[in-house]
């Protein structure tokens, strides 16, 4: 079996990592959304359940489309595309610097 990376299967690889990223962006934006507003609702805990249902809905979703067929390359891609994103978000908009002061 040789296996050989023609045009076609790079654009889906390259597709596939996008695709995984964005999933990553919404998927840790709504997450930085829901904490932000959790002080600010009557019932954090169902906006934090109803949140958490939609986001691992849209991402489970997600991967298996981009999987669809058997493709376990395209998920790996779609995976590690889902990783740098989590990671270039939790360093843009990860704990905030809080200037202490010492009274």
Known sequence: MTLSLDTKMILYLLA?????????????TGLW?????????QHPSKLLMG????????VLAGFFLIMHG?????????????IVVRKILTFALGPQHVAETAY
């Open 16 to 28: 596939s990592f996008t695709a995984g990223a964005a999933l990553g962006a919404a998927y840790f």
């Open 33 to 41: 959304w829901t904490v932000r507003r959790l002080s600010k609702v």
């Open 51 to 58: 949140s958490f249902g939609v986001r691992i809905a849209m």
């Open 70 to 82: 058997g493709h376990w390359e395209r998920l790996a891609l779609a995976m590690l595309g889902f």
